[in-house]
């Protein structure tokens, strides 16, 4: 089952028993191109009174319904047709979520680079973390002079101090597991 945005309208009625979704050929061709074959993607059709939500699957080259509720409705021409977030779908989620798969490598230590920095002279460092990706990190203990961009797995550091004096710095990474590196930075 994939989840993503499609929405449309239908061409012609939908029946009660049809398990042909009626969608303009442009509209049909979005579909083939979004669903690969033999994959399915939950539906609500509205019609601005009832709702039914369906499971349509790429069959063919054919927009075929699957599933239709066990109380299935006839839809006018012009209904709408679109992917939903619905209590069915986060549902399917959880249930099939497998809690136990290996999510990775833990959030580790890689280096923590932090030169002696020079008055009105500019400095840069880093602080580096291995493990799983994505990770998020946020730094703290940072002197106003300094500017921070954070990378997929890294700290970078850079600036041109305009005093002397030593900062602390802490960079915490979290993904799979939590990590602080922290250095000091020394200006002279």
Request: proline share 9%; charged share 20%; net charge negative.
């Amino acid at each position: 089952m994939i989840f993503a945005n499609f929405a449309a309208t239908l061409h012609r009625v939908l029946e009660k028993d049809a398990f042909n979704l009626p969608l303009a050929d442009g509209d049909r061709e979005r579909f083939l191109a979004l669903v690969p074959e033999d994959e399915t993607i939950p539906l609500v059709i509205r019609d601005g009174v009832w709702s039914e939500e369906v499971l349509a699957r790429n069959e063919c080259g054919h927009v075929i319904l699957a599933e239709r509720s066990p109380e299935p409705r006839r839809f006018p021409k012009g209904s709408c047709v679109s992917f939903e977030v619905t209590l069915s779908v986060v549902r399917h989620e959880i249930c099939h979520h497998d809690c136990c798969a290996d999510p990775g490598e833990p959030v580790a230590p890689a280096g923590v680079i932090l030169p002696q920095g020079t008055r009105n002279r500019p400095w840069e460092g880093s602080i580096i973390f291995s493990g799983a990706l994505p990770m998020t990190l946020a730094a703290s203990g940072i002197p106003p002079w300094m500017e921070v961009e954070v990378g997929p797995n890294y700290a970078r550091l850079w600036g041109t101090p305009n005093v002397r004096g030593s900062w602390p710095i802490s960079v915490a990474a979290s993904g799979v597991g939590l990590v602080v590196q922290q250095g000091l930075v020394e200006v002279g």
